[in-house]
Nanobody, 114 residues
């Protein structure tokens, strides 16, 4: 079992920045990928970014160049730095852990509004 706890959501103005963090605990050993997905109201869950256990990063088209994902392998933490926020970034952001099984965090709300 893997437990994921997210933090850092909130309200940010368009063009502003926000940082999300997720800490994984439990059976986090072995090859795995940690990342972020988001789900806006009335829409399907969307891939945001992920980072593999060897440091390879992948970004969704809508966030590439604005968001940066990073990972601390000692602390089992993944961080999403959101820059140049847009209104359409408003969503519940979910941390994900993919190993032998897939796990999700409880989600954290990000609202981009003036």
């Amino acid at each position: 079992q893997v437990q994921l706890v997210e933090s850092g959501g909130g309200l940010v103005q368009p063009g502003g920045s926000l940082q999300l963090s997720c800490v994984a605990s439990g059976s986090v050993f072995g090859g795995n990928t940690m990342g972020w997905y988001r789900q806006a109201s009335g829409k399907e869950r969307e891939f945001v970014a992920h980072v593999t256990n060897n440091g390879r990063t992948t970004y969704g088209d809508s966030v590439r160049g604005r968001f940066t994902i990073s990972r601390d392998y000692v602390k089992n933490t993944v961080t999403l730095q959101m820059n140049s926020a847009k209104v359409e970034d408003t969503a519940v952001y979910y941390c994900s852990f993919r190993g032998n099984q897939n796990y999700w965090g409880q989600g954290t709300q990000v609202t981009v509004s003036s």
